[in-house]
């Protein structure tokens, strides 16, 4: 069976208050829903822990992955939550799928991540999740101009969909295909600045700045949610400075 046949396809059905942001009890629902990724509780060293037990956090915040189809959002969060690609043949999502629950590694919280459908004829489906959304993650391919040419588009629907005060991140997907780039780094970073979003280039390919786009935003989710921060944060910043000190990453 192909990937994402195994992974999609029924979940356009469930419902949005399912991704309600305190996450509570979301485990066991995960269990009994087709087209739910499995949890298996085991924490792994080097990739944030996954549990399916509403025990292990104390909030979830509820991120979806947004974008043209193709662009990667499927094998992002694979890349994420599995530390993987999926190879092969492209067969795009259905409304909306993949719900997984991942508890950060020495953060008290867990990211609800959500996959949706690129494609324009399941919008109206997608739309109705956008508005409990707590962080959207925006991606385009950089070997499709197009789907760089829409995200301005994108930016319009999720002003109309989403919480006012929802976080945004900008990501310019497929960093590692050098041949195929279309879209160069400094575009994005022109069209981020444009609209005051925060920017990077990922690769679900080879793992570029992926687990780096969740912590991030994560962080911040986390930062928000304090009443009383003890520091600024600022994600284009953390972003920039994590990426300095790792050597890391920029295609
Ligand atoms: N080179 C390269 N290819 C990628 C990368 N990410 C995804 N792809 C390929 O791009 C195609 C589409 O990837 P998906 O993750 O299925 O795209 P999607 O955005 O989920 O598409 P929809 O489900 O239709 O919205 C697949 O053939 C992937 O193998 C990447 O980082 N680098």
């Not at 990667?72 to 795009?92: E, H, N, P, Q, Y």
């Not at 390919?205 to 989710?221: D, I, M, P, W």
Request: charged residues 25%; contains cysteine.
């Amino acid at each position: 069976m192909s990937r994402k046949k195994a992974a999609k396809g029924k979940a356009a059905a469930s419902s949005p208050s399912a991704g309600s942001p305190t996450g509570k009890g979301t485990g066991k629902a995960a269990r009994s829903s087709p087209g739910i990724v499995q949890m298996n509780g085991v924490v792994h060293p080097s990739r944030p822990s996954i549990s399916n037990s509403s025990e292990f956090y104390d909030i979830a915040f509820k991120v979806m992955l947004v974008g043209d189809s193709g662009v990667g959002k499927t094998c992002l969060l694979v890349r994420f939550k599995d530390g993987a690609f999926l190879a092969g043949s492209f067969i795009s999502t259905v409304g909306i799928d993949f719900r997984v629950m991942i508890t950060l590694h020495s953060h008290s919280h867990s990211l609800q991540i959500w996959d949706t459908a690129g494609q324009e004829r399941f919008r109206s489906v997608t739309h109705a999740y956008y508005r409990d959304a707590n962080a959207l993650l925006l991606l385009y391919d950089v070997t499709n101009k197009t789907s760089f040419d829409n995200i301005q588009a994108w930016l319009t629907e999720i002003h109309e969909y989403a919480q006012q005060d929802v976080v945004l991140m900008l990501l310019g997907n497929k960093a590692d295909a050098t041949h195929d780039r279309v879209v160069k780094r400094e575009d994005g970073e022109r069209l981020a600045k444009e609209f005051g979003v925060p920017f990077m280039e990922t690769s679900a390919r080879s793992g570029l700045n992926v687990e780096l786009a969740f912590t991030a935003v994560a962080k911040e989710l986390k930062h928000r949610s304090m009443k009383e921060p003890s520091e600024k944060f600022q994600l284009q910043e953390y972003v920039n400075k994590e990426m300095k000190s790792t050597g890391c990453c920029r295609s």
